[in-house]
């Protein structure tokens, strides 16, 4: 069987789930883990756990279009933990009692000198031609189930106990059984400094020539990544062709690949080219600081911060002076560049970057409106500073300018 | 229609949900939503962006069985944004171009001084007879279409958009098509500085006793909320009774109710007292500053914040004496106390925090291993300095200690 073959699905069962009361992290994990061994989910169903009736019917419709079902959730000892039960009604099976398992059970409470309650001896009991599947970690057994070469596999909801069981024991299980499965390959290009919209229109020539790559794009503030997927592993060398032409379209553009953050970026070009750098900042509040020391070891490249919010800081601490405030305001390009080059004299480093604006929602006025943001930089031989109209809340907007300023020093360090 | 007979049921669509890039974090949003309107959501389905077939199958079949059905996701102007072809596809109706949503997204990109990229245009079609929901944060509208008393929704999946749209447009529109619901009552109690487990451990004899209270534990980095919710409306007086004795039980621990955030919470304290903070902090890096400065009007209360990462920087500045780094190293109760009292002194303000500590993975030693922090406060009238040894992630720690410090300011307000 080949993995574009198998179909895989997952539910995941309760009702805090479908309450918004926990995140469903399971299904993410599972799919991750699924895809190192070339296998792919096609959906995800989450279903609370009443009424049985419903996870009846749902199991039902789900083995019978699926190679591969996976279920987390409710194997617990309570009253809400049916999937046991659900399992054996939706495959006709009966359940049947297993002493062994109820012995393994009895000894881990033994073990932490409690006495089981009765309840538990519901965990002792699996679907007719079930397998149980070790938990190392809790009580409840998995419950694995192979009918008519279509495999079931049931795992407890909690995280810890899940990941363990399918370290142990699913994972070398699907690898018996599905041995001729290689991963698809791919490519994350990780992108600053445009809308998506227009990184899509960079790609959108090379994404209509090449159907064999799967194109896929995550906007986070600031930031848009971009993932190439070929289809098979024998499309490997157009798929570095492809990624080789992405990465020209996007030029300076592209900040870095895989799970490299800006942050690291930036961090590694300051190790590379020994540079320091020193923060004054307005109304990102200490968030620019706080991306630059983000990563381990920045105490090697970042001197100084300062989160100046009020003039008197501004003015008393970092030197900038009255005047300028008075004559063009808190926010201007020449308060963002003076203070820019205070922070390098401050810190006595390579560069100062200098950041003020009004993030909102209050202090916006008809000349300086709300998401108006100055960036300035400077360095042993330039001064530069930016303008930008930023739309978005105040959260939103401190990430993008962080952002922004982390990108603008970026580009000064690639010179 | 009663709230028991609403079907409501969620769609959400993209590559990156199913393949476990991201979570989907806007169903437990919507379910919580819904919720305090009184409508549960009865299934979560999680389908990538293609192949197409699936998606219009599983459109189909939902909104056959379903009275609501909300859909997030696929709305984007890219090509892997397929959810307004899917949803005509299904319904069979055609795409049908709005000039009036064209001008909305055109003066979008104007207003920030951007070109639309041609793909926008594709946001402006809707399917025929559907409305346009106004996206405030995003270019691309949400759809409305209502068939035979039935409800489909569709907003984008990028949960600052969503969530505005929810707010803005769709909550209203639910509470005017099912005006007669009621939602159980629940309160919602929020902790820092006790363990999730203490938590559990100080409520458990309430949670034993009554039945008909249902309590939910959520734990984040520094913060355990407790979700108290009743079986129906007519639970409410036993809920405020078990509430009170709750918050009896928590004391000083509890720091707010609801959406209160704790940076919140201290700052409402701030402005009760008219108080003002000043930072100087090494190891979180501005991360301090940062959630003193999130909540809006935070330059009514916060002077200066200094980010000390080198020795220098802690003298020169701070004037914190060579003499005490030398004798007690930088990450000492003696440092700690004198970054607090030097913030205080450098803004003038009431309070001074002093943050200093080791974050790792690396610069631990056997004497200073990893996650040793001090958090000092200087008020008019003392000095606190306090010890910590925190386990973990560098990113966890971080934001555990914000947590502790905001903490620490907290109670001192209280007092």
Chains 1, 2 share one sequence.
Not at 49 to 74: A, C, E, M, Y
Not at 86 to 98: D, E, N, P, T, V
Not at 154 to 164: H, I, R, W
Not at 249 to 257: A, D, S
Request: contains cysteine; glycine residues 8%; proline residues 6%.
């Amino acid at each position: 069987m080949s993995q574009r073959e198998v179909i895989v699905e997952f539910l995941s069962i309760g009702s805090e789930l479908i309450k918004g009361e926990h995140e469903d992290n399971n299904s993410p994990y599972l799919s991750r883990e699924l895809s190192k061994l070339g296998l792919q989910c096609r959906r995800v169903t989450v279903l609370p756990d009443f009424p049985h009736s419903w996870l009846v019917q749902t199991l039902q419709t789900l083995f019978k279009r699926s190679h591969l079902l996976i279920l987390t959730g409710g194997l617990g000892p309570t009253e809400d933990d049916v999937t046991r039960e659900a399992i054996a009604k939706a495959l006709g099976k009966k359940l049947i009692f297993h002493p062994p398992l109820l012995e393994a059970i009895l000894k881990r409470f033994k073990k932490r000198n409690l006495v089981m309650p009765r309840i538990n001896k519901r965990q002792a009991y699996l679907p007719q031609g079930a397998q149980a599947i070790p938990n190392p970690l809790g009580s409840a057994p998995g419950i694995l189930m192979e009918v008519n070469k279509k495999i079931l596999i049931s795992l407890p909801g909690v995280p810890v106990e899940m990941q363990a069981m399918f370290e142990k024991s699913v994972r070398p299980l699907l690898m018996r059984r599905f041995p001729n499965l290689s991963p698809s390959p791919s490519v994350f290009l990780r992108t600053t400094g445009l809308a998506e919209s227009r990184v899509n229109e960079l790609l959108q020539e090379i994404i209509r020539k090449e159907k064999k790559i799967t194109f896929g794009f995550y906007a986070h503030p600031g930031i848009v990544d971009i993932k190439l997927l070929a289809d098979s592993p024998r499309d490997l060398k157009i798929l570095r062709k492809v990624a080789q032409e992405a990465r020209r379209r996007l030029g300076p553009f592209l900040y870095g690949e895989g799970n490299r953050t800006l942050e690291e970026t930036v961090f590694r070009l300051l190790e590379k080219k020994k540079k320091w750098v020193s923060v004054a900042e307005s109304c990102t509040g200490g968030a620019l600081s706080e991306a630059l020391t983000r990563v381990p070891g920045s105490s090697r490249h970042f001197k100084v911060g300062v989160v100046a919010y009020s003039h008197e800081a501004k003015n008393a601490l970092l030197k900038v002076p009255n005047r300028l405030i008075r004559l063009h305001g808190a926010v201007s390009p020449e308060v963002a560049s003076s203070l820019a080059e205070q922070a390098k004299r401050l810190g006595q480093t390579d560069f100062g970057i200098g950041v003020t604006g009004i993030l909102g929602p209050g202090g916006g006025t008809k000349q300086k409106p709300v998401g108006l943001v100055y960036i300035a930089l400077a360095s042993q031989v330039k001064r530069i500073c930016h303008r930008f109209n930023f739309v978005g809340e105040r959260e939103i907007i401190r990430e993008r300018v962080v952002k922004v300023a982390l990108d603008l020093l970026r580009r000064e360090l690639l010179k």
